[in-house]
């Protein structure tokens, strides 16, 4: 064989080896995606146990030590870390917050690119603000991080972050990681799927509890009605895990309210005693639910009752109103477990 032949084939044997090795490692990321989307979680409505096998399955395959998965707060003024994978160490750690108004170049990316592969993170302007807080003292060099869509707009961003030496992503890097931000949007429809079949089958069975109880009222005898309005309290109580549930009464003048009838869970303490012929105005904040004329639901978080009904109601984290009314008096549900 002469030389001149020698020299000619050498580079052909590079050449394909080189696409040997870039067909596998495609066939292996679309294998890992695969997997993924069978997973049920996904499509289950598990999402916290979703995104959890989805960063562990993207950092083993980018061979990464960091994947995270970001969801913007309601306000869109940041986001937050819903799930972060440490490889080195197996760790899922959350709640970390990254505001947008200190890092305006990075979230300006997020809802401009598909991808934000910064080779060389500390540099790169869409993710130099990073250098000081955040990049640096994690030893983190390179990151590739892909925005998810919700619903048409950016819902969150999966974040795949290098520590140590330089990383310079490929294309198929990129593509792979837009893939896994793909599978996220998923996981978020799966969990709202999940969501709303529960509510749908909660709310049958909430309407089958109330016909049940109505129907046990018929024809009662008044000797009766004290004790069938607590068992019936208990069980809308029950149901819906609250600590308490009770029937507050107005006087004819409309001026004073008290508790006339009170079930409360195993360990919480009645209030009732606590709530007779007290003034209606420590309670408009309870009031100006009940006169809304579906259920109403609410979160002590967002909006709070004024500071002397919350005295005397007792402190509790929700609180909700079944569309239940006698005359002038009112069904409450209270307790940590109503949201």
């Not at 990075?106 to 000081?132: C, G, N, P, V, W």
């Not at 992503?169 to 969990?191: K, N, Q, R, Y």
Request: with cysteine; aromatic share 6%; net charge neutral.
């Amino acid at each position: 064989m002469s030389e001149s032949h020698l020299v000619t084939r050498l580079p052909d044997l590079g050449v394909d080896g080189l696409l040997k090795e870039a067909e596998s490692r495609l066939r292996q990321k679309n294998q890992v995606l695969v997997e993924l989307a069978k997973r049920n979680g996904i499509h289950g409505g598990d999402f916290e146990s979703a995104i959890r096998e989805i960063t562990e399955a993207a950092a083993a395959t980018l061979e990464v030590e960091r994947v995270s998965v970001w969801l913007y707060t309601l306000d869109r003024q940041a986001i937050r870390c819903d799930d972060l994978f440490e490889r080195s160490v197996v760790r899922h750690t959350d709640g970390l917050v990254l505001n947008a108004k200190e890092y305006p170049a990075y979230f300006h990316a997020l809802e401009t690119e598909r991808t934000i592969a910064a080779h060389d993170a500390e540099r790169d302007a869409r993710t130099s603000e990073f250098a000081e807080t955040y990049l640096r003292p994690l030893g983190i060099t390179a990151m590739l991080d892909a925005p998810f869509r919700h619903l048409g707009q950016i819902a969150g961003v999966v974040c795949h972050e290098h520590v140590g030496t330089r990383r310079t992503w490929t294309i198929e890097d990129e593509h792979f990681a837009s893939a896994v931000a793909d599978l996220v949007s998923l996981a978020i429809d799966g969990a709202e799927r999940r969501k709303f079949r529960e509510s749908l089958q909660q709310r049958v069975e909430f309407e089958k509890l109330i016909t049940s109880i109505s129907k046990h009222f018929i024809d009662i005898a008044p000797d009766d009605l004290d004790a069938a309005l607590v068992n019936a309290l208990g069980a809308v109580g029950s149901f819906l895990g609250a600590d308490r549930s009770f029937v507050s009464q107005i006087d004819d003048a409309g001026r004073t309210i008290s508790i006339t009838h009170e079930w409360c869970a195993a360990g919480v303490e009645p209030r009732a005693q606590y709530v007779q012929h007290e003034p209606v105005e420590k309670f408009e904040f309870t009031l100006s639910g009940l006169r809304r004329p579906a259920c109403q639901r609410g979160r002590r978080a967002r909006v709070a009752p004024a500071r002397g009904e919350r005295l005397r109601a007792g402190r509790s984290s929700g609180f909700a109103w079944p569309p239940a009314r006698l005359v002038r008096a009112q069904l409450g549900v209270k307790g940590k477990r109503v949201v």
